[in-house]
């Protein structure tokens, strides 16, 4: 279920141009430790000044946004306190009687919950995650800022309407790590970022981590999230259905081939459904860093590359039971490729740093695939290309 860099999404009390009417691009970065994908939230209180910036993964696997807030008590800790949100002069709790409450999936009313600032009823979420983790809290609504836009530049962009987000009061996610408070929700519903926005498109292009940094800090170089006009839609599309709030793919084959440019093996098929019934919906989730394969083709895929590579493993250096890491370096691993195909003819081959991670030291390289029950493609798959989503025409590029 990205790296980080001065410019900031803000909660703001002053409010430019809906940004609806605007073209806007917002940078991000990569945090090379957890291979997460952040950008960063700032809040600006009435006569406080503003608090210390905050990060967020951005998620296509998830609909509502969500951060810590006050007093979160039974909450994962990074290095940033909870958001105390109603120091905004623009916050407000959502009402039972909202829409987005009384429509919105896993959201529910109590006239009994007790939070900073309520006076009456209130609209409650709760959320749980593929990896079992869950959060829980209290909606509210405040003007989402984008500051320094690349695009336009200035004080940036910000939503006339506010913008509905969860306050998490009791959270076990792994989106909590370090510099990341929560989760910025880019997927299918009204609670939905984009949704909420207004935007019909929305595009990102997310570069790998430097190989030569193998320190755990952010990488220099800036990736963008575009929403609207700037999105880029281009290139092979893909068809893509609703699966509850996510996107899903059709995936039809799973390829594995091994050998350099010149003296490739011919490619071995693990997987292969022709008709469209039969294709196997596959997530994608950029809150993932992960590409998870049902067991029926992840097991002999892992095993076609356990035997070909013939590298030591290693005894869990990630403390992720999930993932299989091997003694050896990227040189150790270059000619192992992975192709998907997809409905419409699209196919993405994975090798390199889209289908390993590189270890602390570069001491060992860990597979970018695991096995689950639920397949989706995480954002090792979709590193260095550019991914886009027509949400109009229900398209993935």
């Known amino acids: 279920m990205a790296e980080v860099v001065e410019e900031e999404i803000q909660l703001a009390a002053n409010a430019p141009p809906s940004a609806t009417e605007q073209k806007f691009v917002v940078p991000f970065r990569h945090r090379r430790r957890y291979s997460l994908y952040l950008f960063p939230p700032r809040t600006a209180g009435r006569a406080a000044g503003r608090v210390p910036s905050r990060y967020v993964l951005f998620d296509t696997g998830s609909d509502l946004s969500w951060t810590q807030c006050v007093p979160c008590q039974r909450c994962n800790r990074g290095y940033y306190l909870p958001l105390n949100a109603i120091k905004s002069g623009t916050y407000r709790h959502l009402s039972c009687e909202d829409p987005l409450c009384e429509h919105g999936t896993g959201t529910q009313c109590s006239m009994n919950y007790v939070s900073p600032g309520a006076t009456d009823d209130l609209c409650l979420f709760r959320r749980s995650y593929g990896d079992g983790s869950k959060v829980s809290g209290y909606v509210g609504s405040d003007i989402f800022r984008f500051g320094n836009s690349i695009a336009g530049g200035g004080d940036g962009y910000s939503f006339e309407q506010p913008v509905a987000f969860g306050c998490a009061m009791y959270e076990s996610t792994s989106a909590v790590r370090e510099y990341s ?93 022709e008709e469209e019934a039969e294709q196997l919906p596959m997530l994608v989730d950029s809150g993932s860093a992960l590409i998870w394969l049902p067991s029926v083709i992840f097991d002999p895929l892992l095993k076609r590359i356990d035997d070909e590579i013939a590298l030591v493993r290693v005894s869990d250096p990630t403390s992720n039971p999930n993932i299989n890491c091997y003694f050896g370096d990227m040189s150790d691993v270059e000619a192992v490729s992975v192709t998907l195909g997809f409905n419409g003819g ?37 590193r260095n290309t550019n991914v886009g989503y027509d949400l109009s025409n229900r398209d993935y590029f």
């Open 346 to 382: 699209a196919e993405l081959e994975l090798f390199g740093d889209t289908l390993f991670t590189e270890g602390s030291a570069g001491s060992y390289v860990c597979l970018g695939v695991a096995g689950g029950e639920q397949a989706a493609l995480g954002m090792i798959a979709q």
């Open 181 to 273: 408070t929560g989760i910025l929700g880019l997927g299918i519903g009204p609670l939905s970022f984009v949704a909420q926005a207004g935007v019909n498109k929305f595009s990102y292009c997310a570069l790998s981590p430097e190989r030569n940094d193998l320190r755990d800090e952010w990488r220099k170089t800036t990736s963008y999230l575009r929403f609207g006009d700037h999105a880029v839609t281009s290139g092979m599309r893909i068809p893509f259905k609703q699966d509850g709030y996510r996107y899903a793919i059709s995936l039809k084959s799973v390829t594995y081939r091994r050998g350099g440019r010149i003296d490739q093996q011919q490619p071995v098929p693990i997987f292969l459904r």
